[in-house]
């Protein structure tokens, strides 16, 4: 483990500074309705030159979700966004609707992956909820931020967390809904099947898998063959660092989000840097409404966090080379995690046709590992022309696969 390479991205980052200043301030003076040039080509080929300079070397920090209303039977509602659980690697968000007086709605917690992006990610999937449930989602904290003596957190404690959540959410009798985006799928059915087991009266009503990696044996991708090629050790020697100084989490071993960043950026680079041009051709055009949304994305996209050495290590493991929950030897603190236990939890699985981060076939293999679970009360969704983000975003998202979501929920409750 080399600890100058999270430092050496630091440093650079620190090195760049001069320089986005000296852009901001060529930027500011290409706009200034002082300078004769500022609506020329020139001047808007500069300005444009400068945007894509800060952009590009730009620390993105924590999106917010900003989702302060939805519309429910053609009124508009206010939301307010509160925290209602926390430990140190987790909050848990409730986006609560000002609807007094009206009867609770069915609660859906929708369980963000972890897995370098923030949980915002996932900002038009809770907004496409928003009308239908009480939702709360997952917000992981980035590892960097957390003291190395305050708390560790692996794949056990990540099942931990989300047994608790259910329990919070359900123990008042409420209708729970579950859903997993990519990652969680694992720890989600996992925490579900040990629940089911222990005889916990608090199991949600349901869960959703949505693209995520149950059995990566099954119509392998390029990101699994790499992770079974490799191996855990491989990862461990080039991909943990600890986190430097002046971070709050100094010293902790983490994978960093840069990282993982690098690899999603590689994966589709000839898409990226299409997206990039063409946002420079709309600034220079001055049509920036045309590039806004180019813009919000990668705001979005390249706002990443680290995490822990100990979690994604054993994730690795577990999920992608051992392949040990759909071999039926995965355990959860010495206790096998066993999805033939699960018999109320209805299952609902949702794959797209072209998603190149979980094969066809991976999401699906849930419903032969969960044989105990009666056959009405499972259903799976194959969406066509959908690639990984379009399983929990964009307007197919919303046309097809967030009423189907509803039905089956409606249906199982």
Not at 275 to 283: P, T
Request: aromatic share 10%.
């Amino acid at each position: 483990m080399n600890p100058l390479s999270y430092q050496a991205h630091e440093l650079a980052y620190l090195a760049l500074a001069p320089a986005r200043a000296a852009t901001e301030v060529a930027r500011f003076w290409a706009r200034s309705p002082m300078n004769p040039l500022a609506r020329t080509p020139v001047g808007r080929t500069i300005v444009a030159s400068a945007e894509m300079f800060e952009r590009l070397t730009r620390r993105y920090g924590k999106p917010v979700f900003h989702l302060e209303s939805t519309e429910i039977a053609g009124h508009r509602v206010a939301i307010e966004e509160t925290v209602v659980w926390q430990k140190p690697f987790c909050r848990l968000l409730r986006f609560k609707r000002d609807l007094p007086g009206v009867q609770a709605a069915p609660k859906l917690l929708i369980v963000a992956p972890m897995s370098g992006h923030y949980a915002t990610l996932l900002r038009g999937t809770v907004e496409a909820f928003l009308p239908h449930y009480d939702v709360y989602i997952t917000d992981w904290t980035n590892a960097r931020l957390v003291p190395k003596a305050v708390a560790h957190f692996d794949l056990d404690d990540y099942i931990d967390y989300l047994v608790e959540m259910c329990v919070a959410l359900k123990r008042d009798g409420s209708v729970l809904h579950t859903l997993g985006v990519c990652q969680p799928a694992v720890p989600l059915i996992a925490a579900i099947a040990l629940m089911e087991a222990a005889g916990n009266v608090n199991v949600p009503d349901t869960m959703t898998l949505m693209g995520g990696p149950v059995d990566t044996r099954r119509s392998p991708t390029a990101v699994n063959q790499l992770a079974e090629k490799r191996g855990s050790q491989w990862f461990r020697e080039n991909c943990i660092f600890p986190v430097p100084y002046p971070y709050p989490g100094f010293g902790r071993s983490v994978y960093p989000g840069f990282l993982q960043l690098s690899g999603f950026m590689a994966m589709n680079i000839d898409r990226h840097v299409d997206a990039h041009v063409e946002m420079f051709n709309h600034l220079v055009k001055g049509d920036g409404e045309s590039g806004e949304k180019q813009r919000e994305f990668y705001d979005e996209y390249l706002a990443v966090m680290d995490l822990t050495a100990e979690y994604y290590l054993q994730t690795i493991d577990t999920v992608f080379v051992d392949h040990l929950l759909p071999k039926g030897e995965m355990t959860h603190r010495g206790v096998p995690v066993d999805l033939s236990k699960i018999r109320k939890c209805a299952l609902l699985t949702v794959e797209g046709e072209n998603d190149d981060i979980s094969g066809i076939g991976q999401t699906h293999a849930a419903h032969d590992l969960c044989s105990n679970l009666p056959a009405e009360r499972k259903q799976h969704h194959l969406q066509k022309d959908v690639g990984h983000y379009g399983v929990f975003n964009g307007s197919r998202f919303r046309r097809d696969i967030v009423p189907t979501i509803v039905d089956f929920n409606a249906r199982m409750a």
